[in-house]
């Protein structure tokens, strides 16, 4: 059983315009979809029609549109717990156009009151204990996305720390940027995850780089150089994360772990929107790690399942049915 945690859902409202963006014209749509969103919950999903059993943890009022929607996910096994907040679900729009380019609008989210919080959290020990208690074996607990108003930015790493005293034999994965995979970084070693999943400019400024060249590091993997970021994501390898797997847009992925480093190319897949497509990258690692796949299987399979989701029209997430026919090429470093 695997666990997923969304502070903050949503809502994926996704455009998909007949042409390119005209900034303050008139813009044609080509369609309109709407369907349940967040970091935590894409990942759920990728999971769950892959063949895994999820359960994914949201806070959401009774009365959302989001609950509705969610029960229809119950047929591929994938459990939502809903939380009941006194807030509305935030609505997210993304707006791509015909080459692949994606401009997303997301919403802050209503905010959580502090005993919200507290229940969120409850409800988390609850899935924890409940598969245990089933011999479940919740092999994994991933903690994504944003974190909504009120609540602290050191909430992930306070989570780690509650999961690892429930629950030690749990792997953690965190999928998030800015004020907590700050907040994160600095709680390490104690509330070091097992997976982390940064762009390149979020690995160099988790690695403590000058802005400029925590920038440079994916443009230096597009032009070959890897190497810098290997060294980057070794230095939270060496305070205590598990694994660190940089993802660099059209450059690929960079896997760093105790045992070595490894880079992997994007499958060549048309690209039409990238919406969900880091999520499906974590769900991907995340699937080939409870098959008790090697670290170079699992950075090619997040690869595939991050291509396959590009592949895809809208808020559209990847299905074994869906991975490019070719794999992607992973290199040690």
């Known amino acids: 059983m695997i666990i997923t945690l969304t502070p903050n859902p949503s809502l994926d409202r996704t455009v998909t315009l007949a042409g390119p ?33 999820v359960t994914a943890i949201l806070p959401a009022p009774d009365y959302d549109p989001l609950v509705s ?17 006194a807030g509305a679900v935030r609505i997210n729009t993304a707006v791509t156009e015909p080459d692949g380019t994606t401009t997303k609008l997301n919403e802050p989210g ?7 919080v507290g229940a969120v959290e409850a409800a988390l020990r609850e899935a924890v204990a409940v598969g245990a208690d089933t011999g479940a074996g919740n092999s994994w607990a991933v903690l994504s996305g944003s974190l909504p108003p009120g609540a602290p930015s050191d909430w992930y790493a306070r ?5 690892r005293q429930a629950a030690p034999w749990l792997r953690i994965a965190v999928d998030t940027s800015d004020a907590p995979l700050a907040a994160l970084a600095a709680a390490l070693p104690d509330a070091a995850p097992d997976l982390i999943k940064p762009n390149g400019e979020e690995l160099g400024q988790l690695a403590g780089l000058p802005a400029e060249r925590a920038t440079a ?24 994360v598990r694994a660190v797997m940089a993802t660099l847009g059209g450059a690929g992925a960079v896997l760093v772990t105790a045992d070595g480093a490894w880079r992997a190319s994007a499958p060549a897949v048309p690209v039409i929107s990238t919406v969900g497509a880091g999520d499906s990258s974590v769900a991907g690692y995340i699937l080939a790690d409870v098959r008790g796949e090697s670290a170079p299987r699992r950075l090619a399979t997040a690869m595939a399942y991050g291509s396959a989701a590009a592949g895809l029209p809208g808020t559209t997430l990847p ?6 026919d070719r794999s992607a090429v992973v290199t040690e470093l």
Not at 21 to 50: D, H, M, Q, W
Request: glycine content about 16%; proline content about 4%.
């Open 21 to 53: 963006l005209v900034r303050g014209g008139v813009n044609r749509l080509r369609s309109v979809t709407t369907e349940p969103g967040g970091k935590g919950l894409n990942v759920a999903r990728v999971l769950a029609r892959s063949g895994q059993e």
């Open 69 to 85: 929607a969610l029960k229809a996910l119950d047929a591929v096994g994938l459990s939502a717990v809903t939380v009941d907040v």
């Open 110 to 116: 209503a905010g959580l009151a502090t005993a919200e």
């Open 159 to 163: 989570l780690v720390g509650l999961l």
């Open 217 to 240: 590091l994916e443009e230096g993997a597009i032009a070959g150089d890897y190497a810098p970021v290997a060294a980057a994501a070794r230095v939270l390898v060496d305070r205590g």
């Open 319 to 324: 299905g074994p049915g869906d991975l490019p």
